[in-house]
C-alpha cells in the first residue's frame, strides 16, 4: 500500500524537491536512460547504508516522484550478512530512510554467508541470491545497484593485474542480464557509472542524509589501491576518464560475441574447422568458450591457449582439452566439439 499525506515525513517534500533539482539528478536520469529503465519500469533497490546505494535511492526517489509522488513501483531491499555487529543496524536504518522518502516495500533481510574460501564473494552471491528472492515475490525484473565510476576503475585495474582479457573492460556495464539458478532471470541496472564516489557523499551531506562507512572496506584490495597518493592519483584520473574506453571496448565484445555465435553449429556445442579457421583467435577463443558453456563446463585459460596455438599451426590431429565441471574439447580434421565426460 502506498503511504498516505498524512504518514509522510515532513522532510520528505523538501528533500525530494532538493534532490530533483541536485546537478546530480540530471546525471542519473541519464544512467537510467543508458540502462533502458523507463519511467513506469517496477524497481529493486539494493541498499546498504553506505553513500552510494543511499546517495541512489534519495536520486531515483526524487526523480520517480516527479511522474508517481506514491513511488508504488519502487522496492527496496537491505541485505544484512552479519559479517559485523552493525550490520543489522545499518540495514534497518537503511530501511527507514527508504520509508521516509516514502518507499513503502521496504525491507530487511537476513542471509546465512558460506563459511570457507572467498568470503567476499561467497557475501555477494548470498547477497545477488536474496535480491533475486525479493525481486521475484514483488514481481520485478530490473534491479538497480550502486556501482559508480570508482569502482569501475578499481575494478579494472584489479581485474588487469590478474591476467584477464577485454572483457574485463565490460565487468560494470549500465545494464546486463543475470540467470540464478532457480530463480527468474534479473536486469542488473547501474545508473552512477558516471558519478564519483565523492560527488554522492557530498549530495548526501547536503541533503541531510546520514550513511555509514564500511570499515572494513579499507582492509580490502579496493581499499587498498588508494593507500599512497600516486595509486589515488591514477584512479581519479582513471575513473573521470575511461567511460569512452570502456564502452568502446563493449562494443567490440558485442561484436566478437555476434560473430561467435554465428559459427557454432545448431546443436550449440559444435563448429566446423573450416568456420573457426577463418576467424581470428580473439573469436576463435570466444567459440571455444561459448560450446563449453553450452555443454555445462567452464573453459580454463590454458586449454584456451592450447587450443589457438593448435589452431595456428594447422594441426589436424586429434586433441583433447579438459576444462572445469566435466567437459572437455575435442579438435580434430573435422571440427571442435564440447561433450560432458562420463
Not at 41 to 52: C, E
Not at 323 to 335: F, H, I, P
Amino acid at each position: 500500500m502506498s503511504p498516505t499525506p498524512s504518514a509522510v515525513h515532513p522532510d520528505r517534500a523538501t528533500i525530494l524537491r532538493q534532490a530533483s533539482r541536485h546537478p546530480l539528478a540530471h546525471r542519473v536520469a541519464r544512467g537510467l536512460a543508458r540502462a533502458c529503465v523507463a519511467d513506469a519500469d517496477p524497481l529493486v533497490l539494493a541498499v546498504s547504508g553506505g553513500g552510494d546505494s543511499l546517495a541512489m535511492l534519495v536520486l531515483v526517489a526524487a526523480l520517480r516522484a516527479r511522474v508517481d509522488p506514491s513511488l508504488a513501483a519502487l522496492h527496496v531491499i537491505s541485505v544484512d550478512h552479519g559479517l559485523r555487529p552493525a550490520n543489522r543496524g545499518e540495514c534497518d536504518g537503511a530501511v527507514r530512510t527508504a520509508r521516509m522518502l516514502g518507499v513503502a516495500h521496504a525491507e530487511t533481510r537476513a542471509v546465512t554467508v558460506a563459511a570457507g574460501g572467498n568470503l567476499l564473494d561467497a557475501a555477494r552471491d548470498a547477497r545477488l541470491d536474496a535480491i533475486a528472492g525479493f525481486a521475484a515475490s514483488n514481481g520485478v525484473r530490473k534491479v538497480l545497484l550502486a556501482h559508480q565510476a570508482d569502482d569501475r576503475a578499481e575494478g579494472l585495474l584489479l581485474a588487469l593485474a590478474r591476467g584477464a582479457g577485454i572483457d574485463a573492460l565490460c565487468a560494470l556495464l549500465p545494464a546486463r542480464e543475470l540467470a540464478l539458478a532457480g530463480r527468474p532471470s534479473l536486469e542488473l541496472c547501474r545508473p552512477l557509472l558516471e558519478t564519483r564516489r565523492s560527488e554522492l557523499r557530498a549530495f548526501l551531506a547536503d541533503m541531510g542524509v546520514a550513511w555509514h562507512e564500511d570499515p572494513s572496506n579499507a582492509l580490502r584490495t579496493r581499499g587498498a589501491l588508494r593507500g599512497t597518493p600516486e595509486a589515488a592519483a591514477l584512479l581519479d584520473r582513471i575513473a573521470d576518464n575511461a567511460g569512452l574506453a570502456l564502452e568502446e571496448a563493449h562494443e567490440m565484445v558485442a561484436h566478437r560475441d555476434a560473430l561467435a555465435n554465428g559459427l557454432i553449429a545448431t546443436d550449440g556445442v559444435s563448429v566446423a574447422r573450416t568456420e573457426l579457421e577463418r576467424c581470428p583467435p580473439f573469436v576463435q577463443r570466444e567459440v571455444a568458450r561459448m560450446i563449453v558453456h553450452a555443454a555445462g563446463g567452464t573453459p580454463n585459460r590454458a586449454a584456451l591457449a592450447s587450443l589457438a596455438e593448435a589452431l595456428a599451426r594447422g594441426d589436424r590431429a586429434p586433441r583433447r582439452y579438459r576444462c572445469e565441471g566435466g567437459v572437455e574439447l575435442v579438435l580434430d580434421a573435422s571440427g571442435l566439439r564440447a561433450f560432458k565426460v562420463a
